[in-house]
């Protein structure tokens, strides 16, 4: 009787096991009526770089490796960017306190010290003239040679010019800087900020990031390498978005419509997932050798593709089978 039992229970499991395999089989096969399309997962790959260039340092990932977004990638070499930045800074620096002199004027000190000026050359013009005027009453009674009178005279005349440049500096330190020289200073430093601003950015892009989740497909540089700018590092296949590639017979065409919800079948697992079309080509193309229809006699197709919501079972190039019910 317990021999009985026990072959009676082992029947059941096995049957149990059976008939799950079997419903969860038929549960993944899409329905025989609607319309059923063949293709194959679409998954994104790009290449990854730095935006400067430089001598690659460090590099992180190696080659089938997830990564997630800002996962740190790489990094350059940053000692010349941190130079160029040191540079911008005092450049920086510089043209502000040439802004703030000229807004601020001339010191008093500076404004005493050109007045002093005035006023020594302006002395030496008066003596200047005296003695031209003795000169000149001596020459008059053939006391004095014509050159003498000539150099007193030719001193004067260098004086007075002396004077004039003296009192026209002295009146702009008062009136301080013009307008247009102060606009000019800021203009400069304005400057002096968009370069340090460039510097920053630029010692920033030494170090590059993932830009999303994704899988390491290549890892194209090493350590060392003096890579250009935009020079691919990585390869990477992003995570999302996933997306089916499909193709319709004209007849089928005319069945299918921007944003329609559709199942996506595949071998590795029981569930359909849900995708929505977003694309429908415009033209026709011959079937591709890598999609088997259920009818190849059709050699005329055109290529559809849904965006799948959530597909994390899906592999790039994994061949799925679409299926659309909500036929109208």
Known sequence: MKKILFVLILLGIVAGGF?????EFFRSQPPETGVKLFGNVEMRQV???FRVPGRLDEIYFEEGQAVVFCDLLGVLDPLPYEIKLAGARASLHQARAALAKMESGHRGGEIRQAAALRDQIRASLNLAEKDLERL???FGRGAVARKDLDDVSATRDRLRAELSSAESALSLMR?????EDVEAAVAAVELAEAQMREAENSLADTRFYAPSDGTILARVAEPGTVVATGQAVYSVMLKRPVQVRAYVTGPQ???????????IFSDSHPDPVEGAVNFIASEAEFTPKQVQTEDQR???VYRIRLLVEDGEHLKNGMPVTVFFDDIH
Do not use: A, P, Y
């Not at 009136?175 to 307008?179: H, V």
């Open 19 to 23: 008939f799950q395999h079997f419903f």
């Open 47 to 49: 290449l990854l770089g």
């Open 136 to 138: 000149s009453n001596l």
């Open 175 to 179: 009136e301080g800087f013009r307008t």
């Open 253 to 263: 065409l005319g069945k299918i419509r921007l944003g329609m919800k559709g199942k």
């Open 298 to 300: 059709v050699d005329l």
